[in-house]
């Protein structure tokens, strides 16, 4: 029984130090002073590989006998939060991806509004329906 421990602990300690690697490179791109979009979506995708590892090292402590999970579990829950904190500072360096406010009109509900409209007509060449 105690083989199958050791084997635990080892996955646990190659899923632990991709989580730290991934989280290291989510830190560059989000470092970035003038962050582009394509080096968030990196961010973003390491991110998403971190949380995968921290899912998988969840599953590995879950297999270990109970008096043994309840330290990992709070280092999992800490890298949980980790990850969580990385995504909320991705997201406030996101550039609102809209082309001069006529989605985030349309977001703020003034899609239907007469002057909106008009403005997306002409812009496209088509006539204004009546309001």
């Known amino acids: 029984m105690s083989h199958a421990n050791v084997n635990v602990s080892e996955l646990f300690a190659e899923y632990e130090a ?3 690697r991934l989280l290291a490179e989510a830190d560059e791109f989000l470092a970035a002073s003038c962050a582009s ?3 968030l979506g990196k961010a ?5 590989e971190a949380d995968q590892a921290v899912k998988q090292m969840d599953l590995e402590v879950r297999a270990l006998p109970p008096e043994a999970r309840q330290k990992l579990q709070e280092k999992i829950k800490g890298f949980k939060a980790s990850v969580s ?5 991705k997201e406030g360096r996101g550039h609102e991806p809209v082309h001069d406010g006529r989605l985030a009109k ?3 509900g003034q899609a239907n509004s007469p002057g909106f409209r008009a403005d997306w007509a002409g812009r496209h060449g088509r006539p204004t329906a009546p309001a």
Do not use: I, P, V
């Open 18 to 20: 991709d989580f730290h």
């Open 106 to 108: 349309a977001a703020r």
């Open 44 to 48: 973003d995708r390491r991110l998403t």
């Open 85 to 89: 904190e990385r995504r909320k500072q």
């Open 37 to 39: 979009a394509a080096a």
